[in-house]
């Protein structure tokens, strides 16, 4: 078997032996706490190829998702001004340090006496605590662009806005990738406990309801839904960062 | 000099203000590039060439005196004027395919789609690199880079080329190579050049005209026309006694410029 195969048969066999061992455990315990994997998975059936996934598990990836996208829109613009004009990232420096330093989760209830509880509220908390890597990312990005590669440009007759578009975006591309994948899982992170602390439905909701409805495989049904969300979002954010940033890769390789 | 003038430098001076207070890059620099001609400008390291070449190519504007091109002042990059630098890593764009680095200032310059490929194509193969046009620049030699840039020079279609030490950082042979590979292209598009460099020989090999400057604040020291025939060649060139009487010329000034301003140093001190 190849190097490559070997690796691969045990990314798979390790977390089936896991599995494994945790349902002989479980089984044999008849614990309250652990219920036995076969308990758990047929509620995850039950649960999540029924209308639960519409009325828990859809509301929670649309949040997810709006305050993604909004983020990274926001964090990634503001990050190239700030980053292209130094005096400006001064003046806001000091104000945006303070709101990376606040816990997100303390806007919480300020959210809710402004947005309500609704959606609004959630994905307020996803951006504003998710945004940060995206946005110190992009902003150290843009700075590390090479000033020779901007001068050559420049040399060439590219304009302003052309440079900005041709050379600044892609040079920092490495970096603002970086950011968006680290804020990709604080805003996962964001989404549970905005939902566990004000809502009607979601995963963190029902996550937390089921505790309290002491429907225990319930709630580890939807541990385990957002466990598999999180593993899933990271997988195809690998894969999409490999294609686009295939050059990065492998320029700083050994090809070299 | 034959031809009308087409680069014309009167009483340049650039000085830079940094931390430690003002650096005087240029003092005083005057001189004429007629059409079509090679021109290397040569002085010690750090004394100011490639400030020099940036005044000329409109990337930095100069404290006094003023550059012309075909009699029009420049003040920004002019769209006739093509720049090689000395790290071509670096003025390279790694994301985007050779093809595409040669393309993309003509982008920028409007040239038609079909127009762009059919240069992209023909200065790769002059430069010998018709074959990789789809590689990515990192896949390439350094000297390989280099050529890509030159090729990117070329395709922009330039009257005037300028270079800033531009084989620097290859290696002798790769470096031979070149030069003639640049000579080459010279004699192909009789494009004007200016080509700074700190190597003596190979200001005196490339060739028509060879300014010396001093030391910084730089002057030019002196003009050393150089009438050896053409084409050259490696050996047969560098064989000729006229080159190695140039070059010991050459050599002479710049030690004299430094020995000089040794001196100076010695005497503010005392």
């Known amino acids: 078997m190849t190097r490559r195969g070997l690796l691969l048969a045990l990314e798979i066999a390790v977390p089936l032996i896991l599995l494994a061992m945790y349902a002989a455990w479980a089984g044999a315990k008849e614990s309250f706490y652990f219920p036995p994997l076969d308990g758990i998975g047929e509620r995850f059936v039950e649960l999540w190829l029924s209308d639960r996934f519409v009325q828990d598990a859809l509301p929670s990836l649309r949040r997810l998702a709006i305050g993604y996208v909004l983020l990274v829109v926001l964090g990634v613009s503001i990050g190239l001004v700030l980053g292209a004009f130094r005096l400006v990232q001064q003046a806001v420096q000091p104000f945006a340090e303070f709101l990376r330093a606040l816990p997100a989760v303390a806007l919480i209830p300020f959210g809710m006496l402004v947005f309500g509880v609704g959606d609004t509220m959630k994905i307020f908390i996803i951006v504003i605590g998710a945004i940060w890597p995206v946005l110190l990312n992009t902003i150290d990005g843009v700075r590390g662009v090479d000033p020779e590669m901007l001068e050559m440009a420049r040399a060439y007759n590219v304009g302003r806005w052309g440079r900005i578009r041709e050379i600044v975006v892609p040079a920092a591309l490495p970096r603002v990738v970086t950011g968006m994948r680290t804020s990709l899982s604080i805003a996962i992170i964001l989404m549970v406990v905005s939902e566990m602390v004000a809502s009607r439905n979601g995963l963190g909701y029902f996550v937390l309801e089921s505790q309290r409805r002491f429907a225990i495989s319930d709630m580890w049904a939807g541990i385990v839904l957002l466990g598999i969300i999180g593993y899933v979002a990271n997988f195809l954010f690998v894969r999409a960062e490999r294609s686009v940033l295939r050059w990065h890769r492998e320029s700083k390789g050994p090809a070299r | ?270």
Request: net charge negative; glycine share 6%; hydrophobic share 40%.
């Open chain 2, 1 to 270: 000099m034959s031809g009308r003038a087409m680069l014309e430098v009167t009483s340049l001076a650039k000085s830079y203000q940094s931390r430690n207070g003002t650096t005087d890059a240029i003092a005083d620099v005057s001189f004429r590039v007629a059409s079509g001609e090679f021109v290397c400008v040569v002085g010690p390291s750090g004394c100011g060439k490639t400030t020099l070449l940036k005044c000329l190519a409109g990337l930095l504007s100069p404290t006094a005196g003023e550059v012309q091109l075909n009699g029009e002042p420049v003040r920004r990059p002019p769209p006739n004027m093509a720049f090689v630098f000395q790290d071509y890593s670096n003025s390279m764009l790694p994301w985007l395919r050779v093809e595409n680095n040669i393309t993309f200032p003509l982008r920028h310059k409007g040239v038609s789609a079909d127009r762009r490929a059919a240069l992209a194509e023909e200065t790769l193969r002059v430069v010998g690199l018709g074959e990789f046009a789809r590689h990515y620049p990192w896949q390439l030699s350094g000297g390989m880079q280099q050529r890509v840039a030159i090729a990117r020079a070329l395709a922009y279609e330039p009257e005037i080329l300028l270079m800033d030490e531009p084989f620097a950082s290859v290696d002798a042979q790769t470096r031979s190579d070149l030069e003639d590979l640049l000579l080459d292209v010279w004699a192909r598009y009789g494009v004007t050049t200016v080509f700074v460099t700190h190597d003596i020989d190979e200001s005196v090999y490339l060739a028509d005209r060879v300014f010396v400057l001093n030391d910084r604040p730089s002057t030019v020291q002196m003009e050393v026309p150089v009438e050896l025939p053409r084409p050259r060649d490696q050996i047969t060139t560098k064989e000729l006694t006229e080159f190695t009487k140039l070059r010991t010329e050459v050599m002479r000034t710049i030690k004299h410029a430094r020995r000089s301003r040794s001196d100076e140093e010695r005497m503010g001190q005392a």
